[in-house]
């Protein structure tokens, strides 16, 4: 039995090691005269002109969606802290070599802040003692909390104590995390992509201020590749080599 849960995390982490798939980059679009909305790319900024260029939007089966030069678009982003609601002008359409909209940002972006610390996305094995000791792993997480995943048919009901354990790995060495916590929130099985996981929100309790540096520093790590969309690209199509000339 331990073995088929070790596997469903395994199958977990595999697929949720594709960050960029995960990630919170994509803008979602909604034409002002429409209903339907559609997730498209930040490509990238022109700051002087505040202009953005994204993606064009498509339909599910990948048909490009009627959009025309000044029309407006309505956008929600939600970034690590906040979200984001505004108006956009489309200026330019161009479809050469792929179909990109240039938008004009508005002079006022809607913002409301919906967690006080950044929760970065991860995918870091883990164990909790519970007070037996289950294998987990990390989905994301902040300074104040993370989400975990667990194959087992465990109930963990809120306001119950455990202590979870990772070995985060930066600057080439693995770093020890250990880390009082109470389960704050029971997610279920909320992915059907993965039937046999089950999902928790855990809050950290007070940690010693060494804790909390190296949590605070693998979750600016974590932020820093997710934002990082061609390395994400190239990690998970890559090998080590001796050398690269």
Known sequence: ??????????????DYADIGARSRTGLLVTPSDGKDSYTVSAI????????LTLTAPVTEDGALVAVMNGQVLVCRWFGSTAAFRFRVKIVRMVFDPIP??????????????VRGVPRALATLRGAIKTPTDMEVVIV??????????????VSLSNGKEIVLHSLPK???R??????????VGNFGYADSAHPEIQFFGIEF?????????????Y?????????DTLAQILMLVSKEVDSID
């Open 100 to 113: 990109l909209l240039h938008v004009e940002l508005p002079p006022l972006v809607e913002r409301r802040t």
């Open 1 to 14: 039995m331990a073995d088929s849960h070790r596997a469903a995390l395994d199958v977990l982490m595999r």
């Open 174 to 183: 693995q770093f020890d995390l250990t880390v009082r916590a109470t389960i």
């Open 140 to 153: 994301d997480i902040s300074i104040s909390g993370a989400r975990i995943a667990v194959s087992t048919a």
């Open 205 to 217: 309790r007070e940690m010693s201020d060494q804790t909390l540096l190296t949590l605070h520093a």
């Open 44 to 51: 990238g900024v022109i700051r002087a002109k505040r202009i």
């Open 219 to 227: 979750v600016q790590e974590c932020l820093a590749f997710e934002t």
């Open 170 to 172: 930066m600057m080439g």
